[in-house]
């Protein structure tokens, strides 16, 4: 088992900027995908931003550019810098991790309005 707790969550204007963290622990060795999902009111969960332990990333097409994901293995953390925040970007954000299958971590809320 894989425990997450995701941290960093809030009300931020247009425009600005929020880290999300996401701590894990429990059966950690070997995590070989770590990313963020998000989900808005009304709509799917969707996958923001992966980590593969090799370094690869991969970005929503809607976040390119302003979000960068990052993971210190050594402290079995995965980070979310998110910048130029838009009202779209609204959401409850989910930490996950995929070791044999995928574990999910409470959310945090990120709120962007004026």
């Known amino acids: 088992q894989v425990q997450l707790v995701e941290s960093g969550g809030g009300l931020v204007q247009p425009g600005g900027s929020l880290r999300l963290a996401c701590a894990a622990s429990?059966?950690?060795?070997?995590?070989?995908?770590m990313g963020w999902y998000r989900q808005a009111p009304g709509k799917q969960r969707e996958l923001v931003a992966t980590?593969?332990?090799?370094?690869?990333?991969n970005y929503a097409g809607s976040v390119k550019g302003r979000f960068i994901i990052s993971r210190d293995n050594a402290k079995n953390m995965v980070y979310l810098q998110m910048n130029s925040l838009k009202p779209e970007d609204t959401a409850v954000y989910y930490c996950?991790?995929?070791?044999?299958?995928?574990?999910w971590g409470q959310g945090t809320q990120v709120t962007v309005s004026s």
């Open positions: 429990g059966s950690i060795f070997r995590l070989v995908v």
């Open positions: 996950y991790a995929f070791k044999g299958g995928t574990f």
């Open positions: 980590s593969y332990d090799g370094g690869s990333t």
